[in-house]
């Protein structure tokens, strides 16, 4: 944040916990949430490490099942609506959370 933004509110009188909660820390993370989030879905995304549900357990858990049912195309069908829906979810609560900071400042 800008020197000036910290002078502003020592200047109000505020200490710097009540500064940091009700100055610096709102315009921060109106700033850092839309790319802090969309790395954190692109980390997902593009690595199975960070996600709880790894791409290749669930591809070896439908290799599995589709072995023993002979059913392939429905099991990696199924793992890859589970994959979507776990990204759709984050995606939701990203632009949630902007929205929702967004909104104060306007």
């Known amino acids: 944040m800008d020197k000036g933004q910290w002078e502003a509110a020592m200047s109000l009188g505020m200490g710097y916990w009540k500064a940091m ?3 610096i820390l ?3 993370l109106r700033i850092a949430i839309p790319p802090v989030g969309s790395r954190m ?3 997902i ?3 199975s490490l960070a996600s709880t549900i790894t791409v290749v357990e669930l591809t070896r858990v439908a290799d599995q099942v589709g072995a023993s049912t002979f059913r392939y195309m ?3 069908l199924m ?3 589970i994959y979507w829906g776990i990204n759709q979810i984050l995606t939701i609560v ?3 959370l902007e929205n929702r900071i967004s909104r104060r400042f306007v």
């Open 45 to 47: 995304k593009d690595t």
């Open 94 to 96: 990203q632009t949630v």
């Open 74 to 76: 429905e099991m990696f």
């Open 21 to 23: 909660s009700r100055v």
């Open 41 to 43: 879905i692109a980390l």
């Open 79 to 81: 793992v890859g609506l």
């Open 26 to 28: 709102p315009q921060g």
